[in-house]
């Protein structure tokens, strides 16, 4: 049963569409495949978990869209939000 859900491919974070409790396995579609993981922790329903390790400073990837960068090293099935997750504008002027 799905209890998660990745909108692109190349998102490095999924969404609990249900309450998810550490240890639980985290089942989402990718691609048109079933993929798991357990969870390292407990997730609220509609927040984010790592889809797989992020290194500190990679970008966070959620619905195709850059949302932050990783404050820490974030390991696979880990809760993603404010504690490791730090804020990141791009510069647009500078894109031209």
């Known amino acids: 049963m799905l209890n998660a859900m990745i909108v692109e491919p190349k998102d490095n974070v999924i969404v609990a569409i249900e309450p998810i409790k550490k240890g639980d396995t985290v089942t989402y579609m990718c691609e048109g495949a079933e993929k798991t993981l357990t969870a390292l922790e407990d997730i609220t329903i509609y927040h ?5 390790d992020i290194a500190k400073g990679e970008p966070i990837s959620k619905y195709g869209e ?3 960068l990783a404050a820490r090293d974030i390991k696979m099935g880990e809760h993603v939000h404010c504690h490791n997750l730090e804020e990141h504008r791009e510069n647009l002027d500078a894109k031209g």
Do not use: S
């Open 48 to 52: 984010k978990l790592a889809a797989c």
């Open 66 to 68: 850059h949302i932050g």
